[in-house]
Structure formats: C-alpha cells, structure tokens
C-alpha cells in the first residue's frame, strides 16, 4: 500500500522525496527530521531542504526549536484541497482543447494505421463501443488472436458474426463460426482491391464490422501490416450485405 501512496502523491505533484517526508510524518504525527530522515529514507543532507518545501506549499506545519519538530495537521484536507485544484485544471484543459479544434477540417472517413499497436488498440475500441452487432470476416486465423480476447468480453446483448477461410482453425473457441465459400474468397479479394487500389499486392487478413457503420479492413502489403478504417455506412452496410448474400448463396 505505501507505494501506491507514494505513487499518488507524486501524480498530486509531490516530489518522490517530499512523497516519502510525508508520508513517514504523517505516521509519526510529529516528528524531528532525524527521525524523518531515518524512517522515510530520504538522504541526511536532502531532509532540511525537502522538509521547508513542505512547508512552504502548506503540506506540514513546523513548531520551531532545538529540535525543531515538523507534524502533518490534516492529510484529508491537504489531499483534498489538491484534488479540487487538479479537478479544476484539468476542466480549464480539457474546455481549451476542446476549443482548439472548431477551425479544423472535419474527420476524414477513410485512413490507415500502420502500426501493430495501433491496430490493436483500434480492434480494442471498436469492440467495445459496439452497440448492436459484430461482423467479422477472417482470411488469416494467426490475426484472429488480436481480436479473441475482446470478442470474450463483448455484452451480451450485442450480436456476434463470425465468417471464417477454415471452421477447422477456430476449434476450442467456443465461438460460433461459419466458414465461407469460394464466392465469399472472391469477394475478399475483390474488397482488398477497392480499399487498396493503388497495391496490388495487398493480401486481406480480417475484416471487421461494427453496427454495419464502421469498417476496419485488416491487410498486408509486401510483409506490412496495415489497418484501414473506414466510416462510411452505406459503403460498409453493403460489403456486410454483399458477404451475407454470397454466404447464403
């Protein structure tokens, strides 16, 4: 627990040896800086120092003499107090930022992501923000473990998809699957060559649909990987539709 202190204090702007002044003051209730300095580890030439600026910013009181000893009144309200100016910065932040932004162009409805990472946390988002339905088409199994793990988490309420090359891959998923036809491979292809029509080398991987308005379109070209999004409904409505069609067929 007392690093977990340690941690939020810091994040309230403590330094680590103030954090750590504190915190042993607080246990003491009063206290020399010997004893501060022996308790909290804080070096014996650094005490004085980190202990005035304690008191300077109102964090510990000081009762002067030979010793000196230093007490810490109310830990709640110095918290406190903290807690309520961060708050209020962080409101004065987020309005400014918010405002930087009203001259901007609107968002574009198609764009790449082209790092593993990236990718990744777009996967994450996507899944859990869906609302009614998720549609996944998977050309390569290897790339379905990017996406297991939310799938595991998805509300109940929201209606699971999945298309899959070879059933045989998803076995001891527990995942309902449905594997796809040869019409269905086509039209994979055929959809790799709209949204990457400028690389003809491009191999589709996933394709990921979320309430038949966002698209996320999982590829490779020449040993990269590259996830494109694409929020345009009508297109996404009907590559969903397209693929159920040929699945049915």
Do not use: C
Request: charged fraction near 25%; charge should be neutral.
């Amino acid at each position: 627990m007392f690093e977990k202190v340690l941690e939020t204090l810091k994040k309230l702007g403590f330094t680590e040896y103030e954090a750590r002044a504190y915190i042993s003051l607080v246990g003491f209730g009063m206290a020399t800086a010997r004893e501060i300095h022996e308790h909290s580890g804080v070096p014996q030439g650094r005490i004085y120092s980190v202990l005035r600026s304690l008191s300077d910013k109102n964090f510990i009181e000081v009762q002067d003499g030979n010793p000196s000893y230093y007490y810490a009144e109310n830990p709640n309200a110095i918290l406190g107090r903290l807690k309520s100016e961060i708050n209020e910065s962080i409101d004065k932040s987020s309005e400014y930022l918010s405002n930087l932004h009203l001259d901007s162009r609107p968002p574009s409805m198609l764009w790449a992501i082209h790092s593993e990472w990236g990718i990744k946390n777009r996967i994450k988002t996507l899944i859990q923000n869906a609302d009614k339905e998720i549609f996944i088409a998977v050309h390569d199994y290897s790339f379905f473990g990017w996406i297991l793990p939310e799938i595991k988490k998805v509300k109940k309420k929201v209606n699971v998809e999945i298309y899959a090359k070879n059933k045989a891959d998803f076995t001891g998923t527990n995942l309902r699957v449905s594997e796809f036809s040869d019409k269905m491979n086509s039209l994979e292809r055929e959809i790799a060559a709209i949204v990457n029509k400028d690389l003809p080398t491009h191999h589709a991987k996933l394709v990921l649909i979320i309430d038949e308005s966002t698209g996320f379109f999982i590829g490779e070209t020449q040993g990269k990987i590259t996830g494109t999004v694409i929020q345009i409904p009508q297109f996404v409505y009907m590559i969903k539709t397209m693929m159920k069609m040929l699945e049915n067929d």
